[in-house]
């Protein structure tokens, strides 16, 4: 289950720049690695959070945490449990967190859940074979949910004021480098650089 926020936000004033930010107009620098800066430093999570909501988009985000925190569940009963919440919340037609995927997704995800299920129940001792393909049952839609956010998202946001207003006012600020400070080398895998973050600074993109 996905840990409810603390009762805690970061004022506009106190909002710390890094100057590893300017890297990001370099070339070099591609979407997917904004993508996992932004979520690897909490103040620039909460505006992409609040960019998201304008743009009736925030679900996708916390789509695409929920399905990364479902990969770390420990074993395969906590797996099924974790799609069973992810599918009801974000997954089943109407819901308040619906995401908007192709029908034939929706429907391999529900059919390959109830076929997990049933292997489990029948074979338990393939409980570790069934547990490496559990991890896999939200790929399709984990891509969807990426390719949304770097390909549309990201580029917008970098456009929008509320990003260009934080930077130029941070960058006016003496000392804003902070220990969640973003990397400096577009080289580093940036899936590993997300599953590095403190699990209570995800709080942020929740």
């Excluded at 070099?28 to 909460?46: E, G, T, V």
């Excluded at 929920?66 to 919440?85: D, K, M, T, V, Y």
């Excluded at 998202?153 to 973003?182: M, N, Q």
Aim: charged share 30%; aromatic share 10%.
């Amino acid at each position: 289950c996905l840990s409810q926020p603390p009762q805690q936000e970061y004022q506009r004033d106190q909002f710390i720049v890094p100057d590893s930010l300017q890297n990001w107009q370099e070339n070099s620098f591609k979407n997917r690695d904004r993508l996992y800066d932004i979520l690897q430093h909490p103040q620039l999570a909460q505006l992409f959070k609040e960019f998201l909501s304008s743009i009736y988009s925030k679900e996708t985000l916390m789509f695409f945490v929920a399905i990364e925190e479902f990969r770390q569940s420990p074993n395969l009963p906590e797996l099924i449990q974790g799609a069973h919440r992810i599918i009801q919340r974000f997954i089943t037609e109407n819901s308040a967190e619906e995401i908007s995927i192709d029908d034939d997704i929706r429907l391999e995800l529900h059919r390959e859940l109830e076929k997990l299920e049933t292997n489990f129940q029948q074979e338990p001792s393939k409980e570790a074979e069934l547990f490496e393909k559990a991890k896999q049952l939200f790929d399709s839609s984990h891509i969807y949910a990426l390719r949304t956010l770097e390909g549309e998202c990201v580029p917008k946001f970098i456009k929008c004021t509320l990003y260009t207003e934080f930077v130029s006012d941070g960058l006016k600020r003496k000392g804003f480098l902070d220990k969640h400070s973003l990397s400096e080398s577009p080289s580093n895998t940036a899936l590993n650089r997300y599953r590095q973050i403190p699990p209570q600074s995800r709080w942020l993109i929740k």
